[in-house]
């Protein structure tokens, strides 16, 4: 074997590194959410999400389009939007069999329960998301769900708090 000259060596360094900087993933970039990422957010109440699908949630609309389609695919109840009368901030919704009511705690000021109560359902709902006026998502998880309630305390300051008193915001059951 031929041994390369220096300047044909430094070249092929040169190319090996530049290939290998530019397969390296840039760690200013976000990583790209794959579908099984997004799919057990939106179906296993015991996912925690990472950090990355977050931030993959809070800047890219395409993102979450791909979630509310698969929520709205697989729903068990879809709230609505409160209809365009309304004024103020809202404190019950009904849709799809379901009925969710805020009600203010009496021990805590600062603190507000959701009950949702199922009409006639066997269905159990395990989570719960809330979409916003600018088509960002909120999740709830619902640890228990008894004999067609489920009771959540939740703080004023809770962004999901907010988005559910909110009349051009919609609920999904899952």
Request: glycine fraction near 4%.
């Given at each position: 074997m031929i041994d390369p000259s220096d300047k044909e060596a430094e070249a092929l360094?040169?190319?090996?590194?530049?290939?290998?900087?530019?397969?390296?993933?840039?760690p200013?970039?976000?990583r790209k959410i794959g579908f099984n990422e997004l799919y057990a957010y939106?179906?296993?109440?015991?996912?925690?999400?990472?950090?990355d699908l977050i931030?993959?949630?809070?800047?890219?609309?395409?993102?979450?389009?791909?979630l509310k389609r698969l929520l709205d695919k697989q729903a068990l109840a879809h709230l609505p939007r409160v209809a365009a009368a309304s004024s103020?901030?809202?404190?019950?919704?009904?849709?799809?069999?379901?009925?969710?009511?805020?009600?203010p705690s009496k021990a805590q000021e600062d603190q507000v329960y959701l009950l949702i109560q199922a009409q006639d359902r066997d269905d159990s709902p395990?989570?719960?998301?809330?979409?916003?006026e600018d088509a960002t998502l909120h999740r709830l998880v619902i640890d228990d769900f008894l004999e067609g309630e489920a009771q959540i305390?939740?703080?004023?300051?809770d962004g999901i708090l907010k988005a559910l008193r909110n009349v051009k915001s919609s609920v999904i059951l899952r």
């Amino acid at each position: 074997m031929i041994d390369p000259s220096d300047k044909e060596a430094e070249a092929l360094f040169i190319a090996l590194d530049t290939l290998d900087q530019i397969s390296r993933p840039d760690p200013d970039l976000p990583r790209k959410i794959g579908f099984n990422e997004l799919y057990a957010y939106a179906n296993d109440p015991d996912h925690s999400p990472t950090s990355d699908l977050i931030a993959a949630l809070s800047t890219s609309l395409d993102l979450r389009r791909d979630l509310k389609r698969l929520l709205d695919k697989q729903a068990l109840a879809h709230l609505p939007r409160v209809a365009a009368a309304s004024s103020g901030e809202v404190t019950e919704r009904e849709g799809d069999g379901f009925t969710l009511r805020l009600k203010p705690s009496k021990a805590q000021e600062d603190q507000v329960y959701l009950l949702i109560q199922a009409q006639d359902r066997d269905d159990s709902p395990r989570l719960l998301f809330v979409e916003d006026e600018d088509a960002t998502l909120h999740r709830l998880v619902i640890d228990d769900f008894l004999e067609g309630e489920a009771q959540i305390l939740l703080n004023l300051q809770d962004g999901i708090l907010k988005a559910l008193r909110n009349v051009k915001s919609s609920v999904i059951l899952r």
